[in-house]
């Protein structure tokens, strides 16, 4: 098995956007694009030229059959995507704004990512990836898709892996928000990267300052937080350094779904290459930038040469990072 620089697992969906602004039951016309959170994250990745994995479950249907073969055509491995001949693939429908976020409508309830169980699990696969990137959705989806990402935390661990974590939280796919705090920070807090926006990490911890947020999780064992502040850029903090690392300008916002899963892509590439703290959020900073000026989820995530080209061309008078020792 070709050994992988990062493995992640999900809900993967066809996704419906709009041709034209509008509610969505008034629009007659859609164009098809994928969805997911863990999949934005290693097509993000493999643009870069890292070699990602993704896992999951689809249905023996033509939306599943379009996941696979999107995700081979961005080079994503698909080896642990197993077809369900039984439970169908998800989908949604996205309308298209003039402004603020879009309105997004959900097909998903028991489809096959959410019969994702531990049996699945193979490990194999998994250890041969050096670095695991997880997000709260697949513990709220359903009760044998959290067994399977606790499972894939313990592992992954044990084998002395890496883990990130983006909480992207979902409130309505979950019982209680009470429910859902208790459930996202118990895996937070064995995870080494923590990467939370800042409304859902006042949320998570009851603290509404960065610093305050990020000492929450460093209490409990996270080595690094990472706090995505929207146009203002991102707060980062360690036991030994912290510091404020400012957006890039974007004259345009076309679609914000998407940025924090970018910010991932920038945030895990960097570390995972030996960058300074400082480099890999200001390189999520850079791809989050990205992709607000696109509609798709993951349509803006460049490649490496695009990256490097978007950062030179927009970091002039630009104060890089302001980072303090602890």
């Known amino acids: 098995m070709q050994p992988l ?11 419906f956007i709009a041709n034209e602004p509008g509610r969505l039951h008034e629009i007659s016309q859609f164009t098809r694009e994928l969805a997911g959170a863990e999949t934005n994250v290693a097509i993000g990745l493999a643009r870069l030229g890292l070699r990602t994995g993704w896992a999951s479950k689809v249905g023996n249907d033509s939306f599943g059959k379009f996941i696979i073969e999107r995700l081979q055509r961005e080079q994503v491995d698909i080896n642990h995507v197993l077809i369900d001949n039984h439970y169908p693939t998800g989908f949604q429908l996205k309308s298209v704004v003039t402004e603020g976020d879009p309105e997004v409508q959900y097909f998903r309830k028991g489809s096959a990512a959410s019969h994702l169980s531990t049996a ?10 050096r670095h695991l990137h997880m997000t709260g959705i697949p513990l709220a989806i359903s009760e044998a898709a959290r067994r399977f990402a606790h499972h894939a935390l313990t592992y992954m661990k044990k084998n002395g892996r890496k883990v990130s974590f983006d909480p992207n939280l979902r409130p309505t796919l979950w019982s209680s928000q009470d429910q859902m705090v208790k459930e996202i920070n118990e895996v937070a807090f064995q995870a080494d990267y923590v990467l939370p926006g800042i409304a859902e990490g006042e949320i998570l911890t009851g603290y509404k300052e960065p610093r305050d947020i990020a000492s929450f999780y460093l209490d409990m064992g996270v080595e690094l937080v990472v706090i995505k502040l ?10 030994s350094e912290e510091g404020m690392v400012p957006g890039f ?3 345009k916002v076309v679609d914000t779904v998407g940025a924090g899963d970018g910010f991932a892509v920038g945030v895990i590439s960097g570390l995972l290459e030996g960058l300074p703290i400082h480099d890999a959020v200001l390189r999520g900073n850079a791809i989050g930038s990205l992709a607000v000026q696109s509609p798709g989820d993951n349509d803006g995530y460049p490649t490496r040469t695009a990256l490097e080209k978007y950062m030179e061309n927009n970091l002039q008078g630009v104060k890089v990072y302001e980072s303090n020792h602890c």
């Open 230 to 239: 929207g146009p203002e850029g991102a707060f980062y903090k360690t036991a």
């Open 249 to 251: 300008r974007v004259e």
């Open 5 to 15: 620089d990062v493995v992640t697992f999900g809900e993967a969906m066809a996704m």
């Open 120 to 129: 699945d699990f193979q490990e194999e696969y998994f250890q041969s990836a």
